[in-house]
């Protein structure tokens, strides 16, 4: 189906069959990774990209300049995806759980809190949200989290204070902390 485009790299298609090379691979998966997706579904994360760069050259539309920045973003745009899939699985959820009769939590505070928190964060534009996990659930500097979502360090500082800010005030305003 490639045959005929050879070159591998920038702005070439693949011909062995794998329209990724090696690196490529590994960049989409810390892309995949960074962006939150769990361990389990990289391989599907994965798969993706490639079936969307061969249903790209499919369809004959020319190559992207850069295959392996294409590849990034389209890990990041997937990655987004699976929490917005994950959030609407989560309200499903909690709607079948407010069915259920109530029981007693244990460690009461701390579920008021972890729920507040949850909430909080879901409250958050996708943007936001993505860097204050990866800060600081995922522990990352914010120079790495800019890198591998391809913005300043700026912008990602910035998202951190207004995220942080916005959860800051939800906590005091549910009046949990």
Do not use: C
């Not at 369809?59 to 609407?88: C, F, I, Q, Y």
């Not at 939590?105 to 579920?111: K, M």
């Not at 936001?128 to 360090?153: H, K, M, N």
């Not at 990602?156 to 916005?166: D, E, F, G, P, Y």
Request: hydrophobic share 45%.
């Amino acid at each position: 189906m490639l045959r005929g485009r050879t070159r591998r790299g920038r702005g070439a298609y693949v011909t062995d069959d794998d329209p990724l090379d090696a690196a490529q691979e590994r960049r989409v998966r810390a892309v995949l990774a960074l962006g939150g997706v769990p361990q389990a579904d990289l391989p599907d994360g994965v798969q993706q990209v490639r079936l969307r760069l061969l249903e790209r050259a499919a369809s004959g539309r020319e190559a992207p300049r850069d295959v392996s920045a294409w590849a990034a973003v389209v890990a990041s745009n997937l990655a987004m995806d699976w929490h917005r899939a994950k959030r609407r699985q989560e309200r499903l959820g909690e709607r079948l759980a407010a069915l259920r009769p109530a029981q007693a939590p244990s460690g009461e505070e701390t579920s008021v809190l972890s729920l507040a928190v949850a909430r909080g964060l879901d409250a958050l534009p996708d943007a936001q949200r993505q860097v204050v996990v990866l800060r600081f659930y995922a522990d990352l500097p914010v120079r790495s989290i800019a890198e591998q979502l391809g913005v300043p360090e700026g912008t990602v500082k910035s998202r951190l204070h207004t995220a942080v800010r916005a959860l800051r005030a939800r906590l005091h305003e549910d009046e949990v902390v």
